[in-house]
């Protein structure tokens, strides 16, 4: 009799789902990835423990039919500004319970959900955060008798493909001059997904951690500014660092919030005015200095390419995790 162990993702072709995906398949677990676009996420095929499907997670008789013959289920489901009113609810908070109520049906145990850091739903300064908030109680309140639950909150998540220090770099290499940055003085502490990874695969199995909620974030606290100063320099670009103040950050989260691809909004404003920090937890490893290198071979010229090539077997941790 086969003992593997089957698990769904949910969120698993999305940056943190894609690592997590492989993490899992390369410990023996049978993963299920459902996309709306798998023709997007072929590289997931390329391990035989994945099996990517297509399909609308967020429909309910699409959801239980995934979580059939599933031991685990993790969440990932996350987005970052509404395309419709009322989408942070739909899917950080009623998401979450269609989640619970399918995990219910198929008998399934084991649930572990990926929130973020400052996830509060009474005080958290942005509605992202407020609903990643009560999606987590939520989940923490009705996840309990049958379904053991964790839930885990980085701060911002880098490594290859990332939507921050990727899309600074991305916007950053076409520039020249002055870049006008808002919230420059937000304290971030971004963790690597690849530690984020560990510490998800090892919960698992882990009793200790059922109905824990962990803070997971990298070792050091920067700034956004110091932050776009380090990729600028990792990069020899001829750009500096325009810090706003609060009127020209809100003006400039105003403007970008109505343009494609909605860069930045009001409400990624509102939750950089909370600092993204950790408190009373363990660091993860991997400081953003040890990754920051590796952006050369992505984006930097040729001659910063060759050097990182020849410093390449002295810098750790940029995407050998898993
Ligand atoms: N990245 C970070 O820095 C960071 C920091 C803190 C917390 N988090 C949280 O971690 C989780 C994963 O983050 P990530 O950066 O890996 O996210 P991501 O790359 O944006 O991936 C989001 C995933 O959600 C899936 N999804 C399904 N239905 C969706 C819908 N209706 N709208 C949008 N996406 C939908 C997408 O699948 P398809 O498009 O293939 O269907 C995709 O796989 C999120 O909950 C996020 O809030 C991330």
Known sequence: ???????????????????????LANRGWRVTVPSRRPHRH???????????????????????????????????????????????????????????????????????????????QATGSSLYLRSKGEGENLLHTFGQRELQVTSFQPSVVFGKQDNFVNQFAGILRWYAGLFPLACPDSKLQPVYVGDLVEKIVTAIDDP?????????????????????????????????????????????????????????TMDNYRSLQTDNVCKDCEPCETSLRQYLPGL??????????????KNYPSIDGTEDHS
């Open 1 to 23: 009799m086969s003992t593997q162990r089957n698990i769904l993702l949910l969120g698993g072709s999305g940056f943190i789902g894609t690592r997590l995906a492989f993490a």
């Open 42 to 120: 072929r590289a997931l095929l390329v391990h035989p423990g994945i099996r990517l499907l297509e399909g609308n997670i967020t429909d309910a008789d699409k959801l239980r039919e995934l979580c059939a013959g599933q031991q685990a289920v993790i969440n990932l489901v996350g987005i970052l500004h509404e395309r419709r009113k009322g989408d942070f609810r739909r899917y950080h908070v009623e998401f979450i319970k269609a989640v619970v109520d399918a995990c219910g049906e198929a008998g399934i145990r084991r649930l572990l959900h990926v929130s973020a850091l400052g996830a509060d």
């Open 208 to 264: 200790d951690s059922h109905s824990k909620r962990y803070q997971v974030c990298g070792p050091e606290v920067f700034t956004l500014r110091q932050i776009l100063e380090l990729i600028i320099d990792t990069l020899h670009l001829p750009v500096r660092v325009l810090p706003l103040g609060k009127g020209l950050s809100r003006l400039q989260a105003v403007v970008l919030q109505i343009l494609p691809g909605k860069l930045f």
């Open 296 to 309: 050369a071979a992505m984006f930097g010229n040729k001659r910063h390419y060759d050097q990182f090539r």
